[in-house]
């Protein structure tokens, strides 16, 4: 596909996903420096460049995390190049220190930041927003509303981003993200652009001096000299567009995948003669005249946004500033309930909404239809419970982990982070996570947790974090408990990769985003250096695991360092072979008898194990089984066999 | 035969009414009950609605009744010592070579002496790590002076009986204590009425017992006092001592009653039981006679043991005086006259409060006979 | 067939099947083939999480006129292919209707809840049925069982487009399989995957 995103010419048309279309778009801007973590739904955009770096003057990173992406990118901005960073909903909160600070100093080359939020959370433990950053920090924000969008807008936005010598926040969605549709391409640029760092000027020279947010309330005036400069253009901006009758009985507002979906439920009520739908694509701050222009037509407007009132509440305010010109009017949104205040919109949403305020009756589905078939989903569709892969280590892991603080019993508990071992929340990792919050946050409150033994605390602390996040978010955290003499145990579940959002290396591995062999950072190592006492186990190795287990638990001072290492399933490097060949000895294996009671298909429950309940055994689906073999090694009637694969 | 229950309702009777003892009869049967450091924990729930962690469990639905028809033939009528046949005062003999055993070794030498005579071809013993008790299934009369010498902590011994039965033996030997042999009393009777089932104990050694001590807090309380990884006995001398003693590497460590005693699991003061009723011979302390211990003869399969231990040399017996057998008598007799009160206190006994289950059933007459 | 005779406007196509089945592929080569044709593609897809065990769905916006909505709207599913059965049933729940139409992989992988003994499969007569009961045509072919045979269970979802072709539905030729699959994949793995779609049809048209 990456040949396709370099290859395409000038007026060819593609079928192309959102990530795509805005690393495309980034090529014809002539970006030169890209970097950003992975995080789910943005990572294919460094992906994407990173495969065209190959062939294209391009340097892409996978930082050890989104405040040093934003560092990496800003550097490249400052010595004159045009550079992107991209990065989830919650990267922009890891980065916004910077990202404040870089507001006041400004830029130089064209820099876009790129948050892609995961509005119902499809792949996140929040569905928090980025849009209020741009606000927050004074700068502009785009937000496309189709893929032809986000590939045009990219090199508007850095266009804006070099004449304000600001950056520029271009916001995408899960659902434009990872959706696709049709794009037609432009040309791409010849490279020749020089890497300059000039700091010699005088203090306050934006172009030739140093880059600084000093002197502070100077440069926040210049700031905000800079938004209303992008705001002038926003007033004519192409992106801002309007369909619909002269004067609407109700106008929609709204941006990004919302456009897509209003847009289709005017059109499935049959009501595009009655609403007007303004899609905007400048969002921030929000253009006064133009907003003018259409806030006078209508009486009622509806605001159609994911997830958070944004939108709503700055045309509300602007509303109320313009009140004088514009008249009174009747709005309708999240606010009053028209449109769901958590979670993701869709075309059928927008619909119930506009059908309430127009009084009109709409069936998605002949009801006789609706009823008979969701009684036979409840028959026969039952529901899919998240899991860990077959042959995923964190299975064996947390099966360890899990049985260790039973057996201890003082009811001890594991803190968790982000990462597929999130899932150890869950039936499927046996339940064991019991805090789970941000990148790194398990590791900082086992800190908290393991200094409070004097206030009668007997339960032991465990933490555990990924190879990946280890050196996101960890190492703070790891060192404050050091230094504080904190007690806990700290497993670094290692399966070499950043597995849940595709398998992105870090620095931990010997390789880089493009490929190429890399100097890795050795993470025992490190631990050793840090003054922790490192242990190291194969996680399929139960027995050794849980021994080792349980001794470090005897250790009641200090941290104490775990690294359960062994490859994820799904790493490439692994290329699915299997370990072992397993099967089932059908007369040996106890099913529901007491003895057994059918562990490892109700309580282990590896996809890879059926139970077969006519037979009243257990069996191995070939198809599904990875062999690591690790069920063999619980079975307690022995009846699961493992033979080497050569 | 009464109706068994599950794992369930194991964790709602005696989990989490603190009326575990820790004697590992539900350890090892499958993955769900383990015991480490004294403690059983379950890993995962189990809805089998009836399980053999229940019937074995010497802490609900123990019919006294049942047991004493099953083995002596005639119901229970709550006699102080349980059914015997002789007391006799006895000792290892001469040909035990090894002397690190407590007391008279009567224990060791029977145990030696099964072995020798095949009577069992593995025994289920206890052994202890520091302060850990260690169950263990010993295959040889080698191993067997190891596992010597007493120890306070309640044990999950019988997790070995489970492991060994799986293991296909046929013929073994268990040493422990009255509830312990409780729950292989109820193991024996095949409680979920097995086709193939047939009894793999062939010898079963009670020790007297009036309380024991919880591994975890005892491990907490004496690693303050003494390095506890260098322990080589245990002892609670008769009264007027009042103490425990412990002989270590280096010189012996006493350690008074009082600070013992808030040690004993809760568990322990339902338990009537103090010369473990239900094995084939049972060994105590001789009070005023160190180096000899107290045996009582209870089975024909004993009785023939200990006839033949002596001939043989492994065995000395001699005639208990009838003051000591009564002041045995006697403080068995207080014991289950205590531990009916806090039964009946407890709601423990012959009550169908809790869903028909309890932990105890004696026939009520029998209950009277012992509170007068 | 020209692209002015899709029977509706947008024709919407549900691709759905558990993750690690290739949904996102197909409905790759699916909306490459028809972007060929000159028809305008929307594709509204779920990754991440699902992927571990979970329910995934690909949503296939085809329009001569214009984009649409990624999310196809309830109840406005044409034609559902279903990589494996009960799939068929959950999304037939929420997107389908009286002239919707279903093709089947027979093939089940069992949810993590039924393999635990929670909950119960329905029996592939009882599937047959019901995905009958809720469409205006249903085909059902077992894909994986002929791509197990071709070397590969990962084959399924070429068969299935291949199926879909067969069909008759939707314009798609063989000659846009070839193209769009040469662009995506290595030389080498063309030809297999040339077979697989070949099978696909036969399953249908015999």
New interface residues.
Partial sequence: MSNLILEGKKGSRHLLMGNEAIARGALEAGVCVAAGYPGTPSSEIIETLSDASKERKLYVEWSVNEKVAMEVAAAASFAGLRSMCVMKQNGVNVASDFLLHLAYSGTRGGMVLVPCDDPEALSSANEGESRHFAKLVEIPLLEPGDFQEAKDMVKWAFELSEEIKSLVMLRSVTRLSHASGSVVFDELPEQDTTAHFSHSGAFIDPVEGPMTTLPVTWRHTQLQEKLQQAVSKFEESPFNTYTGPQTPELLIITSSACHLYSKEAIDLIGVKDRVGLLKLGTTWPLPPKLMQQYLIRADKILIVEEVISFLEDNVKILAAELASKIGIKTFFGKKNGAIPTAGELNPDLVVTAIAKILGINYEAMPQAYGNRAKALADLGAPGRDLTFCPGCPHRASFWTIHNVLQMDNREGFVCGDIGCYSLAMLPCGFGTLKTLHSMGSGAGLASGFGKLKMFGMDQPVVATVGDSTFFHAVLPAFINAVHNKSGFILIILDNSGTAMTGFQPHPGLQVDAKGDEAPHIDIVSVCEAIGAKVSVCDPFDIQHTQQTLFELLEDKEGVKVLVLKQICALSPEKKAKKMYEVEIDETVCLGENCGCNRMCTRVFKCPGLIWDKEKGVSTIDEVICAGCGVCASICPAGAINKKEVA | MQQVFGPKELLEDVFQNDLCIGCGACVE????F???QG?T????P???S????YAYCPKVEVNLDELSNHFWGRPYDGSPLGNYRKVLASRAGKKIKETSYQAGGTVSAIIIYAFKKGLIEVAALTDREGLNPVARLVTSPDEVIKCSTSKFMASPTLSVINTGMREGYTRIGVVGTPCQLTAVAQMRLNP?EKQDFVDPVALAVGLFCNWALDTRQLMSLLSEKLDISAIQSMDIPPPPANMMVLKTDSGKVEIPLSEIKPLIPHTCFICPDMTSEWSDVSVGMFEGRPGWNTLLIRSQKGAELVEKACKDGFLETEEMPQENLNHLSRAAAAKKERALRTLIRRELINTDKRNQRCAVRIPPEVVQKILR | MEKSELSYDPYNVIITGVGGQGNVLASRVLGNMLTEKGLQVTIGETFGASQRGGSVMSHLRISAASSWSPQIPKGKAHMVVALEPIEAIRVLMNYGSPVAKALCNTRPIHPVGVISGEVSYPTPDELKQWVKELTEKAWFVNATDAAMQMGNPIFGNIMMIGALAGIGELPMEREDFEMVISRSMPSDKVKANLSAYDMGVKMIRQ
């Fill in positions: 049967l499958c993955p769900y383990k015991n480490y403690k924990a379950q890993l995962f189990c809805d089998l009836q399980g053999r962690c979920l």
